[in-house]
């Protein structure tokens, strides 16, 4: 074994190395060791001149490091490139194979997003406070085992990084006041906000670029009523360039709030998530239409009070005073800033895909529209109860064998358990599974109600007969039947009942290692992926078409307006979807600052708990087709996060240029 771990340091494979060594230390020794030595020998992303280093791409994605087939990353510990490895050393690659085969896999046709995929926070606020010598201390007065020797391993790895940063940076004549903020943080709690956004963008880059965290709670304490404006700027470029994730901010509003909103204009990421109080004040307001109005897509709007009742209601164990770091993670997943390890879109139910094949099979059995709708539920009850299933084995085999020593150094109570992240050490635990097309299944429902109970001018036969065939005039009496976005109380009805028994389903399963699974539906790109398998339904959709975008209407079957839209939204049983429930809505831009406030107030009162807003205009988005040269910083809202729309598929462009435009 001594000369395959020369042999793979020799090639630059130092992280898979450590995996392979020392195999009688427990899990986290190793992967600690792992990420260690990655840090210390990883090639580091060149200086770019700014006034925050790292930049640019992390070291786990930079193009210099692209001949290293294993390496550390946020979500599943680790990224591994089988064939890569092989070409350099077969045995290590079979060996590295069965170790990455310990933990089950997520095999379903339903998933839809992620499978095992964990977006998370680390604690910045805390980082930044004790800086990391007091987090040496706290490991130091740990009992002597393999837990403690492999944090301060891990620390060990951080500082020699950190050396090598400023090594590099004097190197480059780089910024003198940021060679010497390196030189204090984030090894010390910073003396001013400079200091503070230094020692952030470092340790986000430790972290691997996931979520940013809420920089208007964790800055404030350092924040001497600066314009850092620009310093944000470059901090989002940095998100932004290695297609990072998430800052929540509010509820408790302050300068930096307005300052983080200013800093996003024309940029995708961060994620911006506000938390909309009833009583948030007009110039938090103001800075949302300002940056909405760049076509940004930011900041998506959160409904506080819901979210915080609901997350007292169902998790007994939150601490109220928590709450206040509610943030949402990747996309949209519900978390609490730094103390929650939370499956994101861990895995997905296509409610599309079960009712594809269960109407095929079942229609021409049911009697009545109500035995129909009851036994679609009861199918895709079944198949939510199979998916957890599934996912719970891999979750059980993922706490075992494969653990997160960032993130277990960084969020709390991973330490004081002396527990690894992904065994159950952050204080709060629990999962998000996708749900997706569930708006394709109530359309559908409204149209067979309709045409094959009600006015009975097809039979269950002759209804899937001519639905194989395309046949013109049935679709063409599927178009004009009621459809969900209309606030057309049929609709509704079939809504709040097939969504309260999906989403309330989850209700009935926990998973480990000590929490429970909630709903999501925040289907970002992935719509057009999870509608491939599905045959043409009764809504209008073809054959593997794309299925609907989160839970607003199928794109521009919403005719009678916003309120109409989002009230029909609000028909579903919204705080069932704990992970967050995803409405999009475009507003042209000159209605925005008209528009989006009663909107929102109305959509929030109704139950409403998230919407975010496209407004670039159909032209636009028409002419960035023609013309994607001209367009190049061109957003617009997918599912849960904003994207560039000339990186977006052809079939997602059609999507988003079909939108109802308010």
């Known amino acids: 074994m001594s000369g395959m771990y020369e042999l793979l340091r020799n090639k630059n494979e130092f992280y898979a190395a450590e995996i392979l060594f020392n195999t009688e230390k427990e899990p986290i020794y190793r992967y600690s060791k792992a990420v260690a030595e990655y840090l210390k020998n990883a090639k580091l992303t060149p200086y770019d001149g700014g006034r925050l280093y790292p930049c640019g791409l992390n070291i786990n994605k930079n193009w210099e490091n692209r001949d290293v087939a294993m390496r550390p990353e946020f979500s599943y510990t680790y990224s591994f490139n089988y064939g890569q490895m092989k070409e350099k050393c077969p045995e290590a690659a079979e060996l590295l194979l069965a170790e990455h085969k310990k933990v089950a896999e997520i095999n379903t046709p339903h998933t839809v997003g992620g499978a095992g995929y964990t977006h998370s926070f680390i604690n910045y606020r805390r980082i930044l406070k004790d800086g990391l010598k007091t987090y040496r201390e706290r490991v130091m007065a740990l009992k002597d085992c393999d837990f403690k020797e492999a944090m301060l391993i891990l620390l060990d790895g951080i500082e020699a990084f950190r050396v090598r940063c400023i090594k590099h940076l004097e190197e480059m004549n780089g910024d003198k006041a940021l060679i010497e903020a390196l030189n204090y943080v984030p090894e010390n709690s910073p003396r001013n906000i400079y200091e503070a956004l230094v020692a952030w963008n470092f340790v986000y880059y430790i972290d691997g670029c996931d979520d940013i965290g809420g920089l208007d709670r964790g800055l404030l304490p350092y924040f001497k009523g600066e314009d850092i404006r620009p310093l944000l700027k470059e901090l989002y470029t940095h998100v932004d360039a290695n297609d990072g994730w998430s800052e929540p901010l509010g509820p408790d509003y302050n300068e930096l709030t307005v300052q983080c909103i200013d800093a996003i204009h024309n940029i995708r990421r961060p994620s911006i998530q506000l938390l909309v109080t009833k009583d948030m004040p007009e110039e938090v307001w103001q800075a949302s239409y300002r940056a909405i109005e760049t076509s940004c897509g930011q900041p998506a709007l959160y409904n506080w009070e819901i979210f915080k009742n609901e997350v007292l209601t169902r998790c007994p164990e939150v601490r109220e005073e928590d709450l206040k770091f509610m943030a949402f993670g990747g996309c949209t997943e519900t978390m609490i800033e730094g103390l929650s390890n939370v499956g994101s879109d861990d895995a997905g139910i296509n409610t599309a895909l079960v009712f594809d094949r269960f109407m095929r099979e079942n229609l021409t059995k049911c009697a009545s529209v109500e035995e129909f709708m009851t036994s679609y539920a009861k199918e895709a009850e079944k198949v939510v109860a199979e998916t957890c299933g599934i996912l719970e084995e891999h979750r059980k085999t993922r706490a075992k064998f494969r653990p997160q020593p960032v993130r277990t150094l960084f969020i709390d109570d991973c330490i004081d358990k002396m527990q690894d992240f992904n065994a159950g050490g952050a204080r709060y635990n629990w999962s998000v599974m996708n749900v997706a097309g569930l708006i394709n299944v109530i359309d559908s429902m409204s149209v067979i109600k309709n045409l094959v109970y009600e006015s009975k001018k097809y039979t269950a036969e002759e209804f899937l007969t001519k639905l194989e065939e395309g046949d013109s005039q049935l679709l063409l009496d599927c178009e004009k039947q009621p459809k969900h976005g209309n606030d057309i109380e049929s609709v509704n009805e079939i809504a709040s009942y097939l969504s309260d028994r999906i989403y309330g389903e989850f209700e009935n399963h926990s998973c480990t290692p000590a929490g429970r699974y909630f709903p999501v539906s925040n289907q970002f790109t992935t719509y057009v992926d999870a509608g491939r398998n599905v045959k043409s339904t009764p809504d209008g959709r073809r054959d593997g078409d794309p299925l609907c975008d989160s839970c607003g209407a199928v794109y521009g079957r919403d ?66 087709l023609e013309h994607p040269e001209k367009h190049q910083h061109l957003i617009v809202r997918v599912g849960g996060f904003a994207e560039y729309f000339n990186r977006l598929s052809p079939e997602l462009k059609a999507t988003v240029i079909e939108r109802t435009e308010y």
Request: glycine content about 8%; hydrophobic content about 40%.
């Open 559 to 624: 005719k009678l307006g916003p309120t109409a839209l989002l009230s029909s939204v609000a028909a579903l049983k919204l705080n069932k979807v704990l992970g967050t429930p995803v409405t999009n809505i475009r507003i042209s831009k000159n209605h925005v600052e008209s528009l989006l406030k009663p909107l929102t107030e109305g959509f929030f009162d109704m139950g409403g708990m998230q919407l975010q807003v496209t407004c670039a205009s159909r032209e636009e988005l028409l002419d960035a």
